[in-house]
């Protein structure tokens, strides 16, 4: 009898601890589905108290002037807006990867910043062929972009939904040069030569040049290109003279551009020479001196002795976080309004912020004012480039500055 009871009760206890074990796997497989599901929910970058952003910049390589006054404006930005709180109490972390101007090198960077860094967002590309490389990772990684040192290209953007730009299109602006050389200068039947760099960017260039050139009627007499960092200009110099063409397009950088002109004052022929805001940079009146005397550039960005809130924000800015820098640069003033331009798409798409709420918060700025840096700034659901206006400048070289000689004004065709 006692043995019976004695079976009876381990057989009970059994039947406990089975129940109980059953009741401790359901919990199990639900924290795991809950812990699951709210690992998915999160978002890559993005933390209760930060936002990680960053992309591959040319801080070294044979631009890489430019490419450090960019990471000066793009990175100098952000400290400014965390000292002020960040954005929705998120401060903004911004990593810039060098990739020495050199596509193959801006692939790697990036993907250190997507796997190993695991930023939010893309805010710069670097330039125009490593941003041709990375659209491939970009699209496939649906990682939104901003673009923050070059312009748009024409037909990419509808293929992109997760990539902006800022800027008027370097073919847009050789578009307005020739306008302006068309109808400011007289030049109505004009012959073009024009010297390129012999990638996407010397491309870009060809295609505004061949557009308006039908337009207006006029003749490309000669195309001369040049590898990108080249430094002998004088084959390109001497083939472009012989053509005899009534103005130069110049699609070069700004090393480019003093060592072609250099080798024109050689030969002592001076003919009109437009190129684009690449190129809008005090030094190069400065080593030229005389020689850029026919020299024009085309930007859509005010110039640093303007006078405007904006301007005087800015330079207070980099007077408190980079006292060291004694002369501001068209791509210190571009890094910055790009910055400010991602800044207000991240204030749009609150605290609960997505890559997908951050595209649809740049979509929706409409009249953004830079309060005298650029003009006023909108993008849209298919305007992910916003059109922009650009003005004509010539060298100054009694004061050693670009000088507009022209109001804001668009391209003739687009």
Same mark, same amino acid.
């Not at 497989?29 to 936002?51: K, P, W």
């Not at 307005?176 to 004009?190: E, P, T």
């Given at each position: ?53 960053g992309g591959p910049m040319l801080i070294t390589g044979p ?90 290209f024409p037909g990419l953007m509808k293929e992109m939904p ?66 990108? #960092?080249? @430094? ?7 083939? $472009? *003279? !012989? =053509?005899?063409? %009534? /103005? ?86 571009? #890094?910055? @309004? ?7 798409? $991240? *204030? !749009? =798409?609150?605290? %609960? /912020? ?61």
């Amino acid at each position: 009898m006692n043995l019976f009871l004695s079976n009876e009760k381990e057989e009970i206890v059994k039947r406990k601890q089975a129940r109980v074990f059953v009741m401790s796997l359901v919990v199990t497989i639900l924290l795991g589905l809950m812990t699951s599901a709210f690992a998915g929910s999160e978002v890559r970058g993005v933390t209760d108290t930060t936002v990680k952003i960053g992309g591959p910049m040319l801080i070294t390589g044979p631009i890489a002037k430019l490419g450090t006054a960019a990471a000066d404006g793009l990175s100098i930005y952000w400290k400014w807006v965390n000292d002020q709180g960040g954005v929705h109490g998120r401060k903004v972390i911004c990593l810039l990867e060098d990739d020495g101007y050199n596509p193959t090198r801006s692939v790697a960077a990036a993907k250190k910043l997507i796997d190993r860094d695991k930023i939010f967002a893309f805010l710069t590309t670097s330039g125009t062929p490593q941003t041709l490389q990375l659209i491939p990772i970009l699209d496939k990684e649906k990682i939104p972009a901003l673009s923050g040192i070059i312009p748009s290209f024409p037909g990419l953007m509808k293929e992109m939904p997760m990539l902006f730009t800022f800027g008027m299109p370097y073919g847009e602006q050789m578009i307005l040069a020739i306008d302006y050389a068309v109808k400011d200068l007289g030049m109505r039947k004009a012959t073009i030569g024009i010297v390129y760099q012999d990638d996407a960017y010397g491309k870009e260039n060809i295609r505004g040049v061949e557009l308006v050139a039908r337009e207006y009627g006029l003749k490309i007499v000669r195309k001369e290109a040049y590898k990108r #960092g080249a @430094v002998d200009f004088s084959s390109q110099a001497m083939n $472009l *003279k !012989r =053509a005899d063409p %009534d /103005l130069v397009i110049m699609a070069t950088v700004t090393r480019e551009t003093t060592a072609f002109l250099k080798e024109t004052d050689k030969l002592g022929w001076y003919p009109p020479c437009f190129s684009t805001a690449a190129v809008c940079d005090e030094k190069i009146i400065e080593l030229l001196g005389s020689k850029a005397r026919n020299l024009y550039t085309v930007n859509y960005i005010a110039r640093f002795w303007e006078e405007s809130p904006g301007m005087n924000r800015l330079k207070k800015v980099f007077r408190k976080y980079r006292p060291d820098i004694k002369e501001l640069m068209h791509y210190h003033i571009l #890094g910055y @309004v790009n910055s400010m331009i991602f800044h207000e798409a $991240l *204030k !749009r =798409a609150g605290r %609960d /912020l997505t890559r997908k709420g951050w595209v649809k918060a740049m979509e929706s700025i409409k009249g953004f004012d830079t309060q005298g840096l650029a003009g006023v700034i909108s993008f849209g659901p298919k305007m992910h480039s916003p059109r922009c206006e650009g003005r004509i400048f010539k060298a100054d070289l009694a004061r050693k500055l670009w000088v507009p000689v022209t109001d804001y004004r668009s391209p003739s065709v687009r």
